[in-house]
């Protein structure tokens, strides 16, 4: 019997944990049209703290033989988090956001592991980035629904405008994780750090709800 393609391992490892993520109360009222733009542009801003700190960390990596076959410039949100929050909160942003203690930890722990092995980095990347690809379209249209954004303005996070085929993009994505020159250890050691990434996200959200009734319509 062949033994399973690693991508397959690792999404398998991480489905509960991704599926605990998606039925949190924040994203629940997100999709459902409940939670009003002022939360909204809390979430885009614990994004943009978050983002920042990956994609700092990738330009690092990118010198690393293996991370860096993971390093897409297609991929890279952070100047459209921050067209996100220049519309949303006007061009003083800067000045009216700040990250949750979930985010802060989440953060940290990106800057720990993501710059000190190619395991740490791409568990990391794959469970922010495939998301982004596989669920960022349901998520853009219902905020664009309820909330009567413009097509170019506010949910530029979730459009890949450089990816023309998610689908194609996300099977090379996949194909990259099967090749990576790791034993099982180092294998298992993605799967562990994804788990853990979603378990951060998961803590933001979480910290998110403790003001649920200010942000929900």
């Known amino acids: 019997m062949p033994e399973p393609r690693f991508s397959t391992m690792l999404a398998a ?3 509960a944990e991704h599926e605990g993520a998606q039925s949190a109360p924040f994203v629940q009222a997100l999709l459902s049209g409940r ?10 801003a614990q994004h943009y ?6 994609e700092r960390t990738a330009q690092l990596m990118s010198a690393d033989a293996v991370a860096r076959e993971f390093v897409f410039g297609e991929l890279v949100r952070l100047p ?12 003083a942003w800067r000045a009216e956001i700040t990250p949750v203690p979930a985010t ?5 722990r990106i800057a720990e592991v993501g710059a000190r ?11 922010r980035y495939m998301g982004d690809l596989s669920g960022g379209r349901a998520v853009r249209a219902a905020v664009r629904r309820h909330h009567d954004l413009p097509e170019d303005a506010g949910t530029r996070f979730y459009e890949f405008d450089a990816i023309e085929k998610p689908k194609l993009f996300k099977d090379v994505y996949r194909e990259r994780l099967d090749a990576a020159p790791w034993d099982d250890v180092e294998r298992q050691r993605v799967i562990d750090e994804s788990v853990r990434a979603y378990r ?12 649920i009734e200010r942000f929900v319509a």
């Not at 939670?35 to 885009?44: D, E, I, K, P």
């Not at 703290?49 to 990956?54: M, S």
Request: glycine share 6%; net charge negative.
């Open 13 to 15: 490892g991480t489905a």
């Open 104 to 108: 802060s930890e989440y953060c940290l």
């Open 49 to 54: 703290f978050i983002y920042r700190e990956l």
């Open 117 to 127: 092995s190619s395991t740490g980095f791409v568990a990391h990347h794959y469970t």
């Open 200 to 211: 951060h996200n998961h803590r933001v959200f979480a910290d998110l709800s403790t003001d």
């Open 80 to 91: 459209s988090l921050e067209a996100d929050l220049e519309h949303l909160l006007g061009q």
């Open 35 to 44: 939670l009003n733009l002022t939360g909204y542009a809390a979430l885009v």
